[in-house]
């Protein structure tokens, strides 16, 4: 299985950005989707999350109400939209998948499958 994130690049405070995940290699929908996140010295922590359906979603507190995860079984692909983008959010972000279709507490030890990392950096 392999996944490929995009997206990633340089904007101001205030903005948007939206990234992708492709997923390849396996079948997309028994999977639960996250996004994660490494700030330079600091650990991997989770963003955001999506069970297999799309019917439910997990945020960290920190990005509720700013970012919205989503999914396209049909196109397999796993989409964060990030608003409201602030400096504390610069890191680079990751795509992972879980071998379950839940999306509840999913930690780093959960991951099964890595994407490789987009920059996200976010000017004051």
């Known amino acids: 299985v392999q996944l490929q994130a995009f997206g990633g690049g340089l904007v101001q405070a205030g903005g948007s950005l939206r990234l992708s995940c492709v997923v390849s290699?396996?079948?997309?929908?028994?999977?639960?989707m996250g996004w994660f996140r490494q700030a330079p010295g600091k650990d991997r922590e989770f963003v955001a999350a999506i069970n297999w359906s799309g019917s439910a979603t997990y945020y960290k507190d920190s990005v509720k109400g700013r970012f919205t995860i989503s999914r396209d079984n049909a196109k397999n692909t796993v989409y964060l939209q990030m608003n409201s983008l602030k400096p504390d959010d610069t890191a680079v972000y990751y795509c992972?998948?879980?071998?379950?279709?839940?999306?509840?507490?999913?930690?780093?030890?959960?991951?099964?499958?890595w994407g490789q990392g987009t920059q996200v950096t976010v000017s004051s």
């Open positions: 290699g396996s079948t997309f929908s028994p999977y639960a």
């Open positions: 992972a998948a879980k071998n379950t279709q839940w999306a509840r507490n999913f930690h780093v030890s959960d991951v099964a499958y």
